[in-house]
Protein backbone atom coordinates (compact mmCIF):
# COMPACT_ATOMS: atom_id res chain seq x y z
CA UNK A 1 0.00 0.00 0.00
CA UNK A 2 1.20 3.24 -0.89
CA UNK A 3 0.28 6.72 -2.19
CA UNK A 4 -1.41 7.26 -5.73
CA UNK A 5 1.70 9.01 -6.84
CA UNK A 6 4.03 6.19 -5.48
CA UNK A 7 2.52 3.00 -7.02
CA UNK A 8 1.85 4.33 -10.42
CA UNK A 9 5.46 5.05 -10.44
CA UNK A 10 6.42 1.11 -9.68
CA UNK A 11 8.28 -1.36 -12.16
CA UNK A 12 7.93 -5.28 -10.68
CA UNK A 13 11.90 -4.57 -11.37
CA UNK A 14 11.87 -2.24 -7.93
CA UNK A 15 10.57 -4.79 -5.97
CA UNK A 16 12.51 -7.17 -4.48
CA UNK A 17 11.95 -10.89 -1.97
CA UNK A 18 14.45 -11.91 -0.23
CA UNK A 19 14.73 -15.47 0.91
CA UNK A 20 18.35 -15.52 2.70
CA UNK A 21 19.33 -19.34 3.88
CA UNK A 22 21.19 -18.23 6.24
CA UNK A 23 17.84 -17.98 8.09
CA UNK A 24 16.61 -21.16 7.56
CA UNK A 25 14.44 -22.43 10.11
CA UNK A 26 15.15 -26.37 11.50
CA UNK A 27 11.92 -26.97 9.58
CA UNK A 28 12.74 -26.12 6.56
CA UNK A 29 10.89 -22.37 6.30
CA UNK A 30 12.68 -19.11 5.94
CA UNK A 31 11.43 -16.12 6.13
CA UNK A 32 10.75 -13.66 3.39
CA UNK A 33 11.51 -10.28 3.49
CA UNK A 34 10.41 -7.56 0.94
CA UNK A 35 12.19 -4.54 -0.29
CA UNK A 36 11.67 -1.92 -2.78
CA UNK A 37 15.16 -0.32 -4.56
CA UNK A 38 13.21 2.93 -5.13
CA UNK A 39 10.64 4.34 -1.61
CA UNK A 40 11.56 3.59 1.67
CA UNK A 41 9.33 1.19 4.30
CA UNK A 42 7.90 4.74 5.55
CA UNK A 43 6.09 5.64 1.85
CA UNK A 44 5.20 1.86 1.62
CA UNK A 45 3.31 -1.07 2.80
CA UNK A 46 3.91 -4.63 1.56
CA UNK A 47 1.36 -7.43 2.46
CA UNK A 48 2.32 -10.81 1.51
CA UNK A 49 0.33 -13.64 0.65
CA UNK A 50 2.78 -15.95 2.52
CA UNK A 51 5.56 -14.70 4.70
CA UNK A 52 7.82 -17.74 4.69
CA UNK A 53 9.25 -20.29 1.95
CA UNK A 54 8.96 -23.85 3.08
CA UNK A 55 12.01 -25.89 1.07
CA UNK A 56 12.07 -29.74 0.79
CA UNK A 57 15.95 -30.75 0.77
CA UNK A 58 16.73 -34.15 -0.26
CA UNK A 59 19.91 -36.24 -0.98
CA UNK A 60 21.35 -36.30 -4.21
CA UNK A 61 22.11 -39.40 -5.96
CA UNK A 62 23.18 -40.67 -9.06
CA UNK A 63 22.05 -44.31 -10.89
CA UNK A 64 23.36 -45.63 -14.40
CA UNK A 65 20.09 -46.88 -16.28
CA UNK A 66 20.57 -49.43 -19.28
CA UNK A 67 19.32 -47.65 -22.17
CA UNK A 68 17.08 -49.61 -24.25
CA UNK A 69 15.41 -49.14 -27.73
CA UNK A 70 11.80 -49.38 -28.59
CA UNK A 71 9.74 -49.43 -31.63
CA UNK A 72 6.60 -47.72 -32.20
CA UNK A 73 4.30 -48.47 -35.35
CA UNK A 74 4.71 -51.24 -38.25
CA UNK A 75 6.82 -51.34 -40.52
CA UNK A 76 6.10 -51.69 -44.84
CA UNK A 77 4.18 -54.89 -45.60
CA UNK A 78 6.91 -57.86 -46.07
CA UNK A 79 9.37 -56.19 -43.90
CA UNK A 80 10.36 -56.75 -40.06
CA UNK A 81 12.71 -54.96 -37.28
CA UNK A 82 15.09 -57.49 -36.76
CA UNK A 83 17.47 -55.78 -34.21
CA UNK A 84 17.95 -52.27 -32.45
CA UNK A 85 20.62 -50.54 -30.51
CA UNK A 86 21.85 -47.33 -29.54
CA UNK A 87 25.26 -46.15 -29.22
CA UNK A 88 25.87 -46.41 -25.26
CA UNK A 89 24.29 -49.16 -23.22
CA UNK A 90 23.87 -47.15 -20.16
CA UNK A 91 23.89 -43.13 -19.14
CA UNK A 92 23.98 -41.36 -16.01
CA UNK A 93 21.22 -39.71 -13.80
CA UNK A 94 21.41 -37.97 -10.82
CA UNK A 95 19.24 -35.37 -9.35
CA UNK A 96 16.80 -35.60 -5.54
CA UNK A 97 16.69 -39.02 -4.17
CA UNK A 98 13.06 -39.10 -4.65
CA UNK A 99 13.14 -38.84 -7.99
CA UNK A 100 16.47 -41.02 -9.42
CA UNK A 101 15.24 -44.25 -7.18
CA UNK A 102 12.13 -44.08 -9.51
CA UNK A 103 14.16 -44.85 -12.36
CA UNK A 104 13.56 -48.60 -14.12
CA UNK A 105 15.16 -47.68 -17.31
CA UNK A 106 15.96 -45.10 -19.96
CA UNK A 107 14.43 -45.48 -23.69
CA UNK A 108 15.08 -44.02 -27.06
CA UNK A 109 11.78 -44.39 -28.92
CA UNK A 110 11.79 -44.69 -33.07
CA UNK A 111 9.34 -44.70 -34.76
CA UNK A 112 9.16 -47.39 -38.11
CA UNK A 113 5.79 -46.72 -39.57
CA UNK A 114 6.23 -47.77 -43.33
CA UNK A 115 10.05 -48.28 -43.04
CA UNK A 116 11.46 -50.83 -45.58
CA UNK A 117 15.37 -50.47 -44.66
CA UNK A 118 17.78 -49.40 -41.84
CA UNK A 119 16.82 -46.59 -39.86
CA UNK A 120 19.54 -44.42 -37.80
CA UNK A 121 18.52 -41.42 -35.95
CA UNK A 122 18.59 -39.38 -33.22
CA UNK A 123 15.34 -39.14 -30.70
CA UNK A 124 15.27 -38.13 -26.82
CA UNK A 125 15.72 -40.44 -23.39
CA UNK A 126 12.91 -40.85 -22.05
CA UNK A 127 12.96 -42.28 -18.83
CA UNK A 128 9.96 -44.72 -16.72
CA UNK A 129 9.50 -45.72 -13.60
CA UNK A 130 8.98 -50.10 -13.02
CA UNK A 131 5.10 -49.48 -14.04
CA UNK A 132 5.96 -47.69 -17.72
CA UNK A 133 4.96 -44.26 -16.27
CA UNK A 134 7.44 -41.64 -17.72
CA UNK A 135 9.35 -39.60 -15.26
CA UNK A 136 10.14 -36.20 -15.90
CA UNK A 137 13.49 -35.36 -16.89
CA UNK A 138 13.45 -31.48 -15.65
CA UNK A 139 15.03 -31.37 -12.40
CA UNK A 140 17.58 -34.20 -12.86
CA UNK A 141 21.38 -33.92 -14.64
CA UNK A 142 21.97 -36.55 -17.08
CA UNK A 143 25.10 -37.04 -19.14
CA UNK A 144 22.79 -38.14 -22.23
CA UNK A 145 20.07 -36.14 -23.20
CA UNK A 146 19.49 -37.74 -27.01
CA UNK A 147 21.21 -40.74 -28.47
CA UNK A 148 22.03 -42.12 -31.84
CA UNK A 149 19.66 -45.07 -32.42
CA UNK A 150 19.93 -47.61 -35.46
CA UNK A 151 16.84 -50.05 -35.84
CA UNK A 152 17.41 -52.68 -38.43
CA UNK A 153 14.74 -53.41 -41.04
CA UNK A 154 14.70 -56.51 -43.11
CA UNK A 155 12.06 -58.36 -45.07
CA UNK A 156 10.31 -61.19 -44.87
CA UNK A 157 9.32 -63.95 -46.83
CA UNK A 158 6.81 -66.73 -46.74
CA UNK A 159 8.88 -70.33 -47.36
CA UNK A 160 6.71 -73.67 -47.80
CA UNK A 161 7.68 -76.46 -45.46
CA UNK A 162 7.39 -79.83 -46.53
CA UNK A 163 7.88 -82.67 -44.41
CA UNK A 164 8.32 -86.24 -44.58
CA UNK A 165 7.35 -89.07 -41.88
CA UNK A 166 9.91 -91.40 -41.16
CA UNK A 167 10.67 -94.12 -38.87
CA UNK A 168 8.12 -96.01 -36.19
CA UNK A 169 6.76 -94.32 -33.12
CA UNK A 170 7.29 -95.91 -29.60
CA UNK A 171 4.70 -98.69 -28.73
CA UNK A 172 0.83 -97.57 -28.00
CA UNK A 173 1.81 -94.38 -29.84
CA UNK A 174 0.58 -93.18 -33.11
Known sequence: RAKRSVTSDLSKSDIRVVADFKNMKMDGTIELE????????????FELSSKELKLFAESKVEASPFIYVETVGTPKDGYMVYDA???HNRMTV???KSIVERIDKAVALVDVSGASGDII????????DVNGAVISTEKLDMNVEYEQATVYIFPTKTVPVRYEISGTPAEDYV
Not at 121 to 128: N, Q, R
Open 85 to 87: KTT
Open 94 to 96: SGG
Open 34 to 45: VYCNRYSKGEIE
Open 121 to 128: TYVDIALY
